[in-house]
């Protein structure tokens, strides 16, 4: 097995060369031409002996990822990206430019097991969780394109990011190293459809990073209806935990809720919601659900979407209405990943 050496962190390199008889600062330099030049090819390492790059040639790898499509937004300048990775499977991911700096929207997964009725990503089935290396891949290929830095990162593209839960949180480490691109966690969200014991575990962590919930209905009957993921873990199980995770590492957390016309979006939907929610240190993000095809949910009007907002502000619940941005490129995720794996398929003529 050739190694990942994107995903190794300075440890694990340094034990590497030493087993291979080099000394100990050939780990820093390989970390730094990876993490800090970014360079996509060993034979770049030009102050690497010839014999060092020649033997991570051979019993290593980068898992480096190709730019197959890039959509830029004529509103907004959102730019969505579609990467192939080396074993022909899609991901995505979005850059989007706030006024305090330019977030990245990754994904973790090839696909997703969540199953949640609303969403793209999960319709083209899950294939495989993605490793450390191609998650950095797809910060680093966005500098690389775009020559800009990315000062905020969301883990909420495609996948579930508790469910691959060692490489996301190897790949936090490394993005967050001083003699890496020295990210701040404060600078990082990490959202979840609600994986219970893995919010305690990451608790446990006590990472400064923003933890983003997916609630997306104020009781049980609609949130089964839409997130199955509720079924194994309810509404209370998962406030409860979230609890637990703001006692522990005294952060916020953001609750997410896309607004579903005639589904979760009324009057007393708000209200129970606000009831959930109080007391808690705590934020929601209201968002109109994105049309997906196969959903076939509507998003809720403005006027029901302020509404909604108005209950849970008289509430004392802090709440504000997510702006949309790349609403012409469909920036929302998921939906090129099935499009590229559609059209691969009928071009292979297997039926898809
Ligand atoms: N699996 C994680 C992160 C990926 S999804 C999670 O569930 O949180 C990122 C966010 O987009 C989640 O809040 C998810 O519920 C939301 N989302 C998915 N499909 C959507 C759609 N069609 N419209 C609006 N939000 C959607």
């Not at 800009?148 to 190293?177: A, C, W």
Request: net charge positive; charged share 25%; glycine share 6%.
């Amino acid at each position: 097995m050739r190694k990942d050496i994107r995903s190794m962190d300075l440890e694990e390199l340094t034990t590497l060369v030493k087993e291979w008889g080099e000394p100990s600062f050939r780990a820093k330099q390989i970390f730094s031409w990876l993490h800090q030049k970014r360079v996509l090819d060993f034979d770049e390492m030009s102050d690497l002996p010839i014999t060092l790059r020649e033997k991570l040639r051979e019993k290593g790898k980068l898992q480096n990822l190709t730019i197959e499509k890039k959509l830029v937004s004529a509103l907004d300048g959102t730019i969505k990206y579609l990467f192939s990775l080396p074993d022909g499977e899609y991901v995505e991911t979005v850059r989007m430019r706030y006024e305090h700096g330019n977030s990245l929207c990754l994904s973790c997964q090839v696909g997703c097991k969540m199953g949640c009725r609303f969403c793209a990503s999960t319709k083209a089935g899950y294939q495989r969780d993605l490793l450390p290396s191609e998650m950095l891949g797809q910060v680093y290929e966005v500098m690389r394109n775009t020559k800009e830095p990315i000062h905020n990162l969301v883990l909420m593209g495609i996948g579930e990011p508790l469910d691959n839960y060692q490489n996301v949180l190897r790949f936090l480490k490394l993005v967050t190293s001083k003699d890496g691109l020295n990210i701040g966690y404060r600078h990082i969200s990490l959202s979840t459809c609600g994986l219970v014991p893995m919010i305690d575990a990451l608790a446990k962590e006590n990472l400064q990073l923003t933890l983003s919930v997916s609630l997306h209905a104020s009781d049980n009957e609609t949130r089964d209806e839409i997130m199955p993921v509720n079924h194994r873990y309810p509404l209370e199980s998962l406030l409860q935990a979230c609890d637990r995770y703001t006692e522990k590492t005294h952060r916020r957390i953001s609750y997410e809720y896309a607004l579903i016309r005639g589904v979760n979006d009324s009057e007393k939907n708000a209200l129970a919601l606000a009831k959930l929610l109080r007391g808690k240190l705590c934020h929601v993000n209201l968002i109109p659900v994105n049309y997906v095809r196969e959903a076939g949910y509507q998003k809720s009007g403005k006027q029901r979407l302020y509404a909604f907002q108005k209950v849970l502000t008289d509430h004392h619940i802090n709440a504000t209405v997510r702006r949309t941005l790349g609403a012409d490129i469909n920036a929302a995720c998921g939906q090129l990943r099935r499009e590229a794996d559609t059209q691969t398929n009928e071009h292979r003529g297997d039926g898809f």
